[in-house]
Nanobody, 130 residues
Framework: QVQLVESGGGLVQAGGSLRLSCTAS????????MGWFCQAPGKEREFVAA????????YYADSVKGRFTISRDNAKNTVWLQMNSLKPEDTAVYYC???????????????????????WGQGTQVTVSS
């Protein structure tokens, strides 16, 4: 099990940008796919973006395509979510998660599903004002 710590959340005006970071503590996630999910008050946790273990494959929710970019640097045990053109509806707690298995074949079939992730961070709050 790896400890994941998110940072970079905060309050931003609509149209602004934030860059979220997720860093592994204790163990590297270099061989694991990673994902970002968000959860707004009273709503289910939703998929935002995911990236393969080597950064060669990415997936995005339709609602964030063209606005958010996921990236990673395995040497730094870090994955980022660059959030541009933020909207009030983006307001939520954002969580990073590590895929259950390294080099996971199943992840490529269902990268948007929470079921293929095992380790989760504590979350970082993103608030977008109008």
């Amino acid at each position: 099990q790896v400890q994941l710590v998110e940072s970079g959340g905060g309050l931003v005006q609509a149209g602004g940008s934030l860059r979220l970071s997720c860093t592994a503590s204790g163990r590297t996630f270099s061989l694991y796919a990673m994902g970002w999910f968000c959860q707004a008050p009273g709503k289910e946790r939703e998929f935002v973006a995911a990236i393969g273990w080597n950064g060669g494959t990415t997936y995005y929710a339709d609602s964030v395509k063209g606005r958010f970019t996921i990236s990673r640097d395995n040497a730094k045990n870090t994955v980022w979510l660059q959030m541009n053109s933020l909207k009030p509806e983006d307001t939520a707690v954002y969580y990073c998660a590590r895929a259950t298995l390294p080099y996971s074949t199943s992840w490529y079939r269902t990268p948007r599903g929470a079921n293929v992730y095992t380790d989760w961070g504590q979350g970082t709050q993103v608030t977008v004002s109008s």
